[in-house]
């Protein structure tokens, strides 16, 4: 069920469940249709590489971000930390994230 998210590439989220629980990073990528997002040095997963000369790649063991569901993270306030997301239609005709408990833009 793809659906429009809260959050966005470049978003400082912080984890709220599973073994990475407390860690705070900025969103890489997001999958809208699967409802999962990569968090920058979260969900490290290891990955054996076959090297390829023509492509510059070594090989050997890598590590890299795996997927996190978007249920799992929420978006970080500068001001209050972790925090729930309303939106907002402005002046403009702009639709704004604000934060929940402050009411501070959450958009650049």
């Given at each position: 069920?793809?659906?429009?998210?809260?959050?966005?590439?470049?978003?400082?989220?912080?984890?709220?469940?599973?073994?990475?629980?407390?860690?705070?990073?900025r969103?890489?990528?997001?999958?809208?249709?699967?409802?999962?997002?990569?968090?920058?040095?979260?969900?490290?997963?290891?990955?054996?590489?076959?090297?390829?000369?023509?492509?510059?790649?070594?090989?050997?063991?890598?590590?890299?971000?795996?997927?996190?569901?978007?249920?799992?993270?929420?978006?970080?306030?500068?001001?209050?930390?972790?925090t729930?997301?309303?939106?907002?239609?402005?002046?403009?005709?702009?639709?704004?994230r604000?934060?929940?408990?402050?009411?501070?833009?959450?958009?650049?």
């Amino acid at each position: 069920m793809a659906f429009a998210l809260n959050i966005h590439k470049n978003d400082t989220v912080q984890v709220m469940a599973g073994r990475d629980k407390g860690k705070q990073g900025r969103v890489l990528e997001v999958e809208p249709k699967k409802s999962r997002l990569y968090v920058e040095h979260v969900n490290m997963v290891k990955r054996h590489v076959r090297p390829n000369p023509a492509k510059q790649i070594r090989g050997g063991i890598l590590e890299k971000e795996g997927p996190i569901h978007l249920s799992n993270v929420m978006l970080v306030c500068s001001e209050c930390g972790p925090t729930r997301i309303q939106h907002r239609a402005m002046a403009e005709g702009k639709k704004v994230r604000i934060c929940a408990q402050c009411e501070k833009s959450l958009d650049k």
